[in-house]
């Protein structure tokens, strides 16, 4: 086991964490998003908004944009346990809290949630510390990624069943891949049993990007640097439907951070807006 010091999320998971809890906390209602055991989760301690990375005003594009993309996720894993989906994996998983928080679905479900091991041993200690326990419908996968983990062998072993369909969510990952791991990863996922589910997102190159959002992404690039996420793909979503159709899905679409903003924050008059920059790829096979 690693030592207590090292298992720690990285900088990239609890920042998502908190921007979900500030969304609730400084956004006014109707929230989009409520999470705030994340915020839990990570303890950052008192002063935490008052971080530079947490600035309401300057940060609300992103943080608009994680709620969103959140929300999107979710509503998808609802709809397709409706139909009968009992398994859930969420590759990246980091400070996700959708079995704390959705315990009414999640029982429902088997769910994988695979991140590095310090990340996954750092979380089960904090759900205990907590009181939410390990429930037996939740399975923390450990793949260490850096030593060549294979993912997929180790949720054969968690006790995913690739006979059965499922959803699967990979947010926020695919920026720090290479496109050719990128493409390995869309496809072992085509091979999942027909009427399984993915939902990944992806960045868009910068000239796809509205000239609004461009000096936020554009400063936000040597902060992933320095902590030590570089982001090093993007895609133009013609490039991600065409790497899912390569790589065996049936049907591929693309979800745009437009049609998530005009689905989730039409109606509001706070002008909380998400930025643009990343969208989706849903998959089926």
């Known amino acids: 086991m690693a030592d207590e010091q090292n298992e720690v999320p990285d900088s990239t998971a609890v920042r998502t964490a908190l921007w979900r809890a500030m969304h609730v906390?400084?956004?006014p209602p109707p929230h989009v998003f409520e999470d705030e055991i994340g915020l839990q989760l990570a303890a950052p301690g008192d002063g935490w908004q008052q971080r530079p990375d947490m600035d309401p005003r300057a940060t609300s594009g992103f943080r608009a944009a994680v709620v969103a993309r959140a929300r999107f996720i979710e509503d998808l894993v609802a709809e397709q346990t409706g139909r009968g989906i009992t398994q859930y994996v969420v590759l990246g998983a980091g400070l996700d809290t959708f079995t704390q928080r959705r315990p009414e679905l999640a029982d429902r479900l088997r769910v994988f949630e695979i991140d590095q091991p310090a990340t996954q041993t750092w979380k089960r200690r904090r759900l205990i510390e907590l009181g939410y326990g390990i429930p037996d419908w939740l399975r923390l996968v450990p793949v260490d990624f850096e030593a060549g983990g294979d993912w997929w062998e180790q949720l054969s072993a968690a006790g995913f069943?690739?006979?059965?369909?499922?959803?699967?969510?990979?947010?926020?990952?695919?920026?720090?891949?290479?496109?050719?791991?990128?493409?390995?990863?869309?496809?072992?996922?085509?091979?999942?049993?027909p009427g399984s589910t993915l939902a990944m997102t992806f960045m868009l190159p910068v000239e796809l990007i509205?000239?609004?959002?461009?000096?936020?992404?554009e400063a936000t690039k040597p902060q992933a640097q320095a902590s030590g996420t570089p982001f090093i793909s993007f895609y133009t979503?013609?490039?991600?439907?065409?790497?899912?159709?390569?790589?065996?899905?049936?049907?591929?679409?693309?979800?745009?951070?437009?049609?998530?903003?005009?689905?989730?924050?039409?109606?509001?008059?706070?002008?909380?807006?998400p930025s643009s920059g990343e969208d989706l790829l849903v998959a089926t096979t």
């Open 161 to 193: 069943d690739p006979g059965r369909p499922a959803v699967v969510a990979c947010t926020g990952v695919t920026m720090y891949l290479t496109k050719d791991a990128t493409a390995a990863t869309l496809r072992r996922l085509a091979g999942l049993a």
């Open 237 to 273: 979503p013609q490039e991600m439907l065409t790497l899912a159709g390569d790589a065996g899905f049936k049907e591929a679409r693309h979800v745009s951070g437009t049609v998530l903003a005009n689905r989730y924050f039409a109606d509001r008059t706070d002008g909380l807006r």
């Open 210 to 217: 509205d000239d609004a959002d461009r000096p936020a992404l």
């Open 25 to 27: 906390q400084v956004d």
